[in-house]
């Protein structure tokens, strides 16, 4: 069974393909907000990568999210559109947890921590379990300071990942055992998707391309900014 993963939520493209033996090929580019522009190219560099026409994949990974909406958009409908033409099943992972699977060895609590602009951060919290990592918060979207509030009120030794703990790590980082994760834990990873979603395949823990749901966590910024110009 071959899984196509699609990832798209944030500033970074990434796409892999993996089956029984792994990850066979990946590719991960950051160039500003061309996420449509990069995606297709992607698929087909790592089809060649991993020797694998497009037809043999048997399921198709989508990150569905939190994350910025136009590249959530254009990762979930491309997954969609390929679904559909290929006639497979989807599986959909959220963002957070493709950032905290990485460091599913340490055995401090992780915080998943995402750049939402508007001064904002998508963020949970997990911890280690034989396996992989478990979500022990529900994904949540406020400031900083809100997320360093809930850092004080449980001062455990904390590992933060992802972008928006690299933006904020002055807010984040300034208490006792709290730690910010490295550059290469910028970006919720293609590989980590097709590795998550390939266990869920093999139990055929996956839905149809329709029922593909996004998890926003707050309005679109078009939608912000048409609310306060209305308001104003």
């Not at 500033?11 to 907000?33: D, Q, T």
């Not at 360093?148 to 972008?163: F, I, M, R």
Request: with cysteine.
């Amino acid at each position: 069974m071959l899984v196509l993963g699609l990832e798209t939520a944030t500033a970074e493209v990434g796409c892999a393909i993996g089956g029984h033996e792994g990850v066979l090929a990946s590719s991960h580019s950051a160039r500003g907000k061309r996420h449509a522009e990069n995606l297709t190219p992607a698929i087909e560099f790592v089809c060649h990568q991993a020797r694998v026409e497009l037809s043999e994949i048997s399921c198709v990974a989508v990150d569905n999210g939190p994350g910025l909406f136009t590249g959530l958009r254009v990762g979930v409908a491309s997954g969609k559109a390929i679904a559909q033409a290929l006639r497979v099943p989807m599986i959909t992972v959220s963002s957070l947890d493709l950032l905290a699977f990485p460091l599913r060895y340490t055995d401090r609590r992780i915080a998943a921590v995402i750049d939402a602009r508007r001064s904002e951060v998508f963020w949970a919290f997990y911890r280690q379990v034989p396996g992989g990592v478990q979500r022990v918060s529900e994904p949540a979207v406020g400031s900083p300071d809100e997320l360093a509030a809930e850092l004080v009120a449980d001062p455990c030794d904390t590992l933060l990942c992802g972008d928006g703990a690299i933006r904020y790590a002055e807010h984040l980082s300034g208490f006792p055992n709290v730690e910010v994760a490295g550059g290469d834990h910028a970006y919720p990873s293609a590989r980590a998707l097709v590795q998550l979603a390939h266990a869920r395949a093999l139990r055929e823990d996956w839905i149809r391309p329709q029922e593909v749901e996004l998890l926003y966590l707050r309005k679109p910024d078009a939608e912000i900014n048409w609310s306060m110009r209305e308001g104003a």
